[in-house]
């Protein structure tokens, strides 16, 4: 099984409300044992001079809480130190009863895998009070660069960890998902918050899962973030994902007139995942986009391009093969450069008479959109497959193996409810 891990920087804002689709729902189960949390956002990314680019994905968080709490838990992975002779870290997994989640000395040993993280320092400062910190806990006085760098030169021992503290205290650690799921609505929310963060860039990082539906005979996808970090404006904005490609004889169709006619090529293949409701390992299907090679030399272009093509061939019916890559993710209409093929006939005729030029109409429109996709388009190849194509001992067959899920638990028949609960305010003091 392997586990896809994404990672994105952009806006974060609540998913669309329609009459059919809230963000944000609290619902009983049909049992009425408990209760499920839905919480629904998005992540738009941007373009050049941070302009909407159209690449839009959506995040999903979603959890039970039992009506009778008694006796839950919450599983942590706790760091003994690190091993010499492995050189790894040592570690362990603990139980810890519900009530003692929040526990500053549980949450301190507990390692950075257990942890839902939302930290509202920007990354950059983040970067350098970590310096000064370690400095200070070393009995050493910190590098002037670094104090430099948060406006902190020239400042007294204790103004420097009072703004160490003030800044540790924008970083939140969260060890069960109820808590971290409540802690974003609310980031999304709240106005004062909106107000702080709504034009801001994050860094979120967590995991694609996937789960499949007997009743409905498909497979679904969910992006569940874990980690969310505050970056500077200048950051870039993109979304990628790390996958390993399974796919065999029947995962290429007409690769090279599809090159030839539309500039890409889709590779249909499949990826090893843990289903999300039935717990069972089982194989989903995903799509790689290829991209035609353009680097400018034409005869390099082709050579590339027909080596591709090859390593995603399979010639054995029965034979899967993988490939560990990087995707850049891709969901919605996609903004291209103005043509004459774009302009309208007035627009036309103004270049002809020499009113304007096409420059002068690019620059006041900027671009246009083009048709909505969702695509997963190939990067580079992930570390341990820079030599390329991978043999496995997976059969075409293997490639077909759904498990039946648990449908009441995959679409439980529910009924609303609302928000009650009072919780304490953990973003009080910040702003």
């Given at each position: 099984?392997?586990?896809?891990?994404?990672?994105?920087?952009?806006?974060?804002s609540?998913?669309h409300?329609?009459?059919?689709?809230?963000?944000?729902?609290?619902?009983?189960?049909a049992?009425?044992?408990?209760?499920?949390?839905?919480l629904?956002?998005?992540v738009?990314?941007?373009?050049?001079?941070?302009?909407?680019?159209?690449?839009?994905?959506?995040m999903?968080?979603?959890?039970?809480m039992?009506?009778?709490?008694?006796?839950?838990?919450?599983?942590?992975?706790?760091?003994?130190?690190?091993?010499?002779?492995?050189?790894?870290?040592?570690?362990?997994?603990?139980?810890?009863?519900?009530?003692?989640?929040n526990?500053?000395?549980?949450?301190?040993?507990?390692?950075?895998?257990?942890?839902y993280?939302?930290?509202l320092e920007?990354a950059?400062?983040?970067?350098?009070?970590?310096?000064?910190?370690?400095?200070?806990?070393?009995?050493?006085?910190?590098?002037?660069?670094?104090?430099?760098?948060?406006?902190?030169?020239?400042?007294?021992?204790?103004?420097?960890?009072?703004?160490?503290?003030?800044?540790?205290?924008?970083?939140?650690?969260?060890?069960?998902?109820?808590?971290?799921?409540?802690?974003v609505?609310?980031?999304?929310?709240?106005?004062?918050?909106?107000?702080?963060?709504?034009d801001?860039?994050?860094?979120?990082?967590?995991?694609?899962?996937?789960?499949?539906?007997?009743?409905?005979?498909?497979?679904y996808?969910?992006f569940?973030?874990?980690k969310?970090?505050?970056?500077?404006?200048?950051?870039?904005?993109?979304?990628?994902?790390?996958?390993?490609?399974y796919?065999?004889?029947?995962?290429?169709?007409?690769?090279?007139?599809?090159?030839?006619?539309?500039g890409?090529?889709?590779?249909?293949?499949?990826?090893?995942?843990?289903?999300?409701?039935?717990?069972?390992?089982?194989?989903?299907?995903?799509?790689?986009?290829?991209?035609?090679?353009a680097?400018?030399?034409?005869?390099?272009d082709?050579?590339?391009?027909?080596?591709?093509i090859?390593?995603?061939?399979?010639?054995?019916?029965d034979?899967?093969k993988?490939?560990?890559?990087?995707?850049?993710?891709?969901?919605?209409?996609?903004?291209?450069?103005i043509?004459?093929?774009?302009?309208?006939?007035?627009?036309?005729?103004?270049?002809?008479?020499?009113?304007?030029?096409?420059?002068?109409?690019?620059?006041?429109?900027?671009?246009?959109?083009?048709?909505?996709?969702?695509?997963?388009?190939?990067?580079?190849?992930?570390?341990?497959?820079?030599?390329?194509?991978?043999?496995?001992?997976?059969?075409?067959?293997?490639?077909?193996?759904?498990?039946?899920?648990?449908?009441?638990?995959?679409?439980?028949?529910?009924e609303?409810?609302?928000s009650?609960?009072?919780?304490?305010?953990?973003?009080?003091?910040?702003?």
């Open positions: 099984m392997d586990r896809i891990n994404f990672e994105m920087c952009g806006l974060l609540m998913a409300e329609t009459e059919n689709f809230k963000p944000y729902e609290e619902k009983a189960t049992k009425g044992n408990g209760k499920m949390f839905n629904n956002f998005n738009q990314m941007l373009g050049k001079d941070n302009n909407t680019n159209g690449n839009q994905q959506m999903r968080l979603s959890t039970y039992p009506n009778d709490m008694s006796g839950k838990t919450v599983y942590v992975y706790i760091n003994d130190g690190y091993d010499a002779k492995t050189k790894k870290f040592k570690g362990h997994s603990e139980q810890i009863a519900w009530e003692r989640r526990d500053a000395s549980i949450k301190k040993k507990a390692s950075e895998i257990s942890k993280i939302v930290d920007v950059s400062r983040r970067k350098h009070f970590r310096y000064i910190e370690k400095a200070l806990e070393e009995g050493k006085t910190p590098m002037l660069n670094n104090l430099k760098e948060v406006g902190l030169e020239g400042a007294e021992t204790d103004a420097i960890k009072e703004a160490l503290e003030k800044s540790n205290k924008k970083r939140f650690e969260f060890l069960s998902e109820y808590d971290f799921l409540l802690f609505h609310k980031l999304l929310t709240e106005e004062k918050y909106v107000n702080a963060f709504g801001k860039k994050f860094n979120i990082r967590g995991e694609h899962t996937f789960s499949y539906s007997t009743a409905k005979g498909k497979w996808g969910n569940v973030p874990q969310i970090y505050l970056q500077d404006d200048d950051a870039e904005s993109f979304a990628r994902e790390n996958v390993v490609l796919y065999g004889e029947d995962s290429l169709d007409d690769a090279e007139g599809m090159l030839e006619e539309t890409k090529y889709s590779v249909n293949g499949w990826v090893h995942v843990t289903d999300d409701y039935s717990r069972e390992v089982m194989f989903a299907p995903y799509t790689a986009m290829i991209a035609k090679t680097t400018g030399d034409t005869e390099k082709a050579k590339a391009d027909k080596i591709r090859a390593r995603f061939t399979v010639d054995n019916e034979e899967i993988c490939m560990g890559m990087t995707v850049n993710l891709w969901s919605g209409a996609e903004r291209k450069e043509t004459e093929d774009d302009l309208s006939e007035d627009q036309l005729e103004s270049i002809l008479i020499g009113d304007c030029t096409l420059e002068d109409i690019q620059r006041e429109l900027g671009g246009v959109w083009g048709d909505r996709v969702n695509e997963n388009r190939f990067c580079k190849l992930m570390r341990g497959f820079t030599g390329g194509v991978q043999d496995t001992t997976f059969t075409r067959e293997d490639m077909n193996n759904v498990v039946s899920d648990d449908d009441n638990a995959f679409e439980e028949a529910v609303g409810t609302s009650s609960e009072d919780e304490e305010d953990l973003f009080d003091g910040l702003l």
